[in-house]
């Protein structure tokens, strides 16, 4: 462990002079820096998330008090701020080159015989890495600080995207040099992307905000790092492989070499996948063993980069095009495939939702058979013409359900049929809506709709919603076919010996199960919401009306107007709740939940002990309170807690050694409370202080 005192202990309130702050913003950095490099670098923290953010807030604290200690390579600096017009463009220092893509293992054997042949030797030893499926960066650090970053562009120009490089977590804004000193100027290259569960999050947070999804977690990292608003950037899931130093040759020997030492500075690279291969046999096993475990990695890559080892290997092979002649990407098996449209059929949702969804001639697409596809809606088929009999182009991304990418025109003999959603519910016959966009088609059926029964039974069971775990999809499919449950409601009135009839039920397990619907009774305000399956409303947004209405009849009685008061609820969305409050079945449904017994406990409501919307300033030394704890304390009953005094704030708490900020106190005619007055206004609120 280097010379760093990981978590260094400052008593704020005992800092009396700018010279002590820097001081402890300078010891408070180095922890976080270092904290940082064992989290995003090593993946292995040494502190709990709470000691981090800790240390975060005094460093915060301490540069709002004295602006002048902040500096622009502050750990506190790694969010959001600048936006723009348009992104400038700046020149490479040298270009970025492409990889030359190959599909079979002859052409990898001969790239490595041109190596052999030209470098005349024998055997040559390569690096293995996946290739990484983002978008490439080029930064650029002086003096350890970074000072640009660009997009690839053209390869000799690229977008300039400083500010929103600096938002991601883990990119150093300024390097370690703990291990090993940092050259003046370094350029080092690497690609951005998002993991494919924090991109399909952020996608269905996307979906019920009502925008449009991402295809893919690319183009997911392209569009959020070509972003105006660095503000927007910040708070999308990027993280960063760095592979590459431009220039090489000049400090190191081998691009292992490279590998090795860019951790050591905080840049991350992807240590677990890269391999040191002697000989081409060697990295084409690795192949194989990526190849193997490519469907379990959290992100996407498209191939294996075979690169020559030594920067004097790269020298004598040199560059044709913009393809250097030391390396070569050895691409994955495509993943897409032509088959053939035997059927279309529809999938009713829990929301009535109806999905047309192709069933395909059986086919494997990089490696898995794909017997389905989906269609989305009738716009989508009608665009793409998909007609059943056609033969069609298949697309399987990640862990995303199969696409029809287009059919294949050619090979028509007339036997293909167009298809149309049906007019009526294939399930319960009630009539079926199509939009007028033709992007939407619901079934009318409502409650007596069984399919979409089903799919709400599944819902409210799951994870993010009440999460019974002895009701998997199968078990709940199974209580529907055995008449014990026609409605939500209907689970609270299972009985063991009712469970004890159907199959795959022994005494304990059926006991278990009703223990936890039981248990299910006491719910959190907000998952009971997301429960409820409210079309549009999503686990966010369930939190956010938790968050903002202090019981569930409060929610059931909103008016349209009041939920879009709501910033982040639109039109639609409140239209939907509304909605679905009104109606009849839903309400009894709700009442005979309550009737078994539901107790909603709201983790988001406010305390009734509130300080409403207070403004504080703490300042000098507390005696019972640091002046964080203080801060933190009424920040939990609503109030703020600022640094400094102005016009809106209502209290300034002084203790001794006060000194500018009781003095503006008293200017500006802002109450100034010792802290037994303090103590005394908490407990006046009905605080426990
Ligand atoms: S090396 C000359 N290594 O692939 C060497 N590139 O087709 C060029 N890429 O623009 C870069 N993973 O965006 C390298 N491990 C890796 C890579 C990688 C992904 C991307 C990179 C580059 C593109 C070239």
């Known amino acids: 462990m280097p010379d760093v005192e990981t978590t260094p202990e400052i008593d704020l309130d005992a800092i009396d002079s700018e010279e002590a702050a820097a001081r402890a913003a300078g010891q408070l950095r180095e922890a976080l820096r270092y904290h940082n490099y064992r989290y995003y670098v090593l993946d292995d923290p040494v502190v709990s998330d709470a000691d981090y953010d800790h240390l975060f807030q005094q460093l915060q604290e301490i540069e709002d008090e004295y602006p002048d200690l902040q500096t622009p390579d502050s750990p506190t600096h790694q969010v959001g701020g600048l936006v723009r017009d348009e992104l400038g463009t700046v020149p490479h220092p040298s270009p970025m080159l492409s990889l030359k893509a190959v599909y079979e293992e002859a052409d990898v054997r001969n790239f490595d015989e041109t190596c052999r042949d030209e470098l005349g030797r024998e055997t040559v030893t390569y690096t293995a890495e996946p290739k990484f499926d983002g978008l490439a960066v080029e930064l650029i650090y002086e003096d350890g600080q970074l000072v640009q970053a660009a997009t690839r562009g053209d390869g000799e120009t690229g977008e300039e995207i400083t500010a929103n490089v600096k938002t991601i977590e883990g990119v150093p804004l300024r390097l370690r040099d703990d291990e090993r000193p940092v050259p003046d100027r370094l350029v080092v290259r690497g690609e951005a992307y998002m993991r494919m569960d924090e991109f399909n999050a952020f996608n269905r947070r996307r979906e019920e905000e009502g925008k449009k999804p991402f295809a893919n977690p690319r183009n997911a990292a392209a569009g959020s790092l070509r972003q105006l608003d660095s503000n927007i950037t910040a708070r999308r899931p990027l993280r960063i492989f760095f592979y590459e130093v431009a220039d090489d040759g000049r400090d190191f020997d081998t691009h292992a070499e490279v590998l090795r030492v860019l951790p050591e500075w905080g840049l991350r690279v992807c240590k677990e996948h890269i391999r040191l291969c002697d000989g081409i046999d060697a990295a084409l096993s690795h192949y194989e063993e990526v190849v193997g475990v490519r469907d379990d990695l959290p992100y996407e890559i498209d191939g294996l980069v075979i690169k020559v080892n030594d920067f004097a290997g790269h020298g004598t092979l040199g560059v044709r095009d913009r393809d250097p002649r030391w390396a070569v990407a050895y691409k994955f098996p495509p993943r897409r495939a032509t088959t053939t449209i035997e059927d279309i059929?529809?999938?009713?949702?829990?929301?009535?939702?109806?999905?047309?969804?192709a069933v395909l001639a059986p086919v494997e697409v990089g490696g898995v058979e794909v017997t389905r596809a989906s269609l989305h809606n009738q716009n989508e088929i009608d665009r793409k013409d998909i007609r059943i009999g056609d033969r069609a182009l298949i697309e399987r991304a990640g862990d995303v359900i199969p696409q029809v990418v287009k059919v294949i025109e050619d090979e028509r003999d007339g036997s293909e049929e167009p298809y149309h959603i049906p007019d009526t519910c294939p399930v319960c016959n009630a009539e079926v809506i199509l939009s007028d966009d033709k992007k939407q088609a619901f079934c009318t059926g409502g409650m007596t709709c069984e399919a979409q029964f089903r799919e709400r039974l599944k819902h409210y069971a799951s994870r993010e919603a009440t999460d019974l775990e002895g009701l998997g999809d199968k078990r709940a499919e199974q209580l529907i076919d055995a008449s014990l449950?026609?409605?939500?409601?209907?689970?609270?009135?299972?009985?063991?010996e009712d469970l004890l009839t159907l199959e795959r039920y022994a005494d304990k397990s059926a006991q278990n199960l009703i223990d936890e619907i039981e248990a299910s009774l006491e719910q959190a305000f907000d998952r009971f919401i997301y429960a409820l399956g409210i079309p549009l409303v999503g686990s966010a947004t369930a939190r956010l009306l938790a968050q903002n209405f202090t019981s569930l009849d409060d929610l059931m009685e909103a008016p349209e107007a009041q939920l879009r008061a709501l910033d982040e609820i639109g039109?639609?969305?409140?239209?939907?709740?509304?909605?679905?409050?009104?109606d009849d079945d839903n309400r009894a449904v709700i009442d005979e939940i309550r009737g078994a017994g539901l107790t909603l406990n709201n983790p988001y409501a406010e305390d009734e002990a509130s300080l409403g919307d207070l403004t504080f300033v703490f300042t000098g030394s507390l005696d019972r309170y640091t002046r964080s704890e203080a801060k933190r304390l009424v920040e939990q009953h609503g109030a703020n807690a600022t640094s400094s005094v102005s016009g809106h704030t209502d209290y300034v708490?002084?203790?001794?050694?006060?000194?500018r900020k009781r003095d503006d106190a008293q200017e500006l005619g802002v109450p100034v409370l010792d802290e037994g007055e303090f103590i005394d206004l908490l407990r006046s609120q009905g605080l426990d202080a």
């Open 345 to 357: 059929f529809v999938q009713v949702g829990r929301t009535g939702r109806i999905t047309p969804v």
């Open 485 to 496: 449950i026609e409605r939500i409601s209907d689970l609270y009135e299972i009985e063991k």
């Open 571 to 582: 039109p639609e969305v409140a239209h939907s709740i509304v909605t679905f409050f009104a």
């Open 653 to 659: 708490v002084a203790g001794p050694g006060a000194g």
